[in-house]
């Protein structure tokens, strides 16, 4: 592992429900604040679930780009294109690098546009018979009122290449979609292309936003989402016993990981380092994480492994921490498995407690929590961690951030269909 090339974080950029970049976030963060509210995108009136966390007071001009031209992207592809903006302004490197083909992009991004007002005329016309449906007249109608533009929109690859076309980045450009997990994987892969030699720089991250009515139906039909609709702020409770479900939310977060080397010698600011990255499937079910937390041990230990660490270094977790019923209570014993006797001492949180759950961006956006963690010494939060569960029995920062000397975090992402991915960060020292 001493010969293998190191990957340092040189840059960051967030749209995010708790704000529109890095700083605003980490502070509403520190703080215990919450983004969650009544859905205003569009009339949830008749769904059993009415709230979730939305990117609100934000604008694709906000980033210097041309609202014309971004008129007909998806709401996702706009975010992504806020924070990545401001990842390699922070970065500066686009100015550092002659070769464009030497820096790619690699995303864990949903679908796009959804429009579902000329979906619902479409039908329509199909059921004008009574007791049959014309495909013919659904189609006929379709191929009058829908937007090619638009209707490309919903492909999960067009996010990425808005970005390298937006940036002129002409490297590797990669789209993954491993449910919750996907940016986090889109971080490891970025980086292993960066080990390997393949380029020296990637412009890493996540993008998604379901909270659109097939993802409120397709979410509620699994009654994997809270319907605590009488007190939004407080519904997104992780680890707490009398937790009903996760809290849609969506954004983008983004970061530039450079190689060591070339990072050091243009004189790039370095935030932090990717160490480890741990990949693992249950091979179990598709909505149920495996009840002795196989893969995610696995990842975990991955992780660890790959960075050259062992648990005993591990000083912060930023857990998956959906507020469902399941994923609490077998992240918690994963965290047991890996860490033993220790795990009782080793700080675990959850964000989404604050932010929601930003699906494929939500891996991304907590590593870079975990960086700011090191950062800064401050163990973020997990709110509304107010009633204990007995079989969630560790040390979940309840309430109130807390000051904490952390060297080393894991951020886990488990995804739907068993996709597990852990990365391991750190500060940089040289």
Known sequence: MGDRRRVVVTGMGMV???????????????????????????????????????????????????????????????FAAGAAKQAVSASGILDAVANRERIGVYFGAGEGNQDFENFTRMLAAGTQKEDEFSVDEFMKLGLQILDPEIELEQEPSLPSAHIANMLDVRGPNINCLTACAASSQAVGEATELIRRGDVDAMIAGGTHSMIHPFGLTGFS???????????????????????????????????????????????????????????????????????????????????????????????????????????????????????????????????????????????????????????????????????PDPDCDLDYVPGQAREANVRFALNNSFGFGGQNVTLAVGGFEG
């Open 16 to 78: 995010n429900p708790l704000g529109n970049d890095v700083e605003t976030v980490w502070e509403a963060l520190r703080k215990g604040r919450s983004g969650v509210g009544y859905i205003s995108i569009f009339d949830a009136t008749n769904y059993p679930t009415r709230i979730a966390a939305e990117v609100r007071d934000w604008d694709v001009s906000m980033c210097g780009e041309d609202p014309a031209y971004w008129e007909k992207r998806g709401r996702h592809a706009k």
């Open 221 to 387: 039909l699994l009654t994997a989402l809270s319907t605590n609709n009488d007190n939004p702020q407080g519904a997104s409770r992780p680890f707490d016993r009398l937790r009903d479900g996760f809290v849609l939310g969506e954004g983008s977060s983004v970061v530039i990981l450079e190689e060591l080397e070339h990072a050091k010698r243009r004189g790039a600011p370095i935030l932090g380092e990717v160490l480890g990255y741990g990949c693992t499937a249950d091979a179990y079910r598709i909505t149920d994480i495996h009840p002795e937390g196989r893969g995610a041990i696995g990842c975990m230990t991955a992780a660890i492994q790959d960075a050259g660490l062992s648990p005993d270094d591990i000083g912060y977790v930023n857990a998956h921490g959906t507020s469902t019923s399941v994923n609490d209570k077998v992240e918690t014993v994963a965290c047991k498995a890996v860490f033993g006797e220790r795990a009782s001492k080793v700080p675990v949180s959850s964000t989404k407690s604050m932010m929601g759950h930003l699906i494929a961006a939500a891996g991304v956006t907590e590593m870079i929590v975990c960086l700011l963690t090191i950062r800064d010494r401050c163990l973020p939060p997990t709110i509304n961690l107010e009633n």
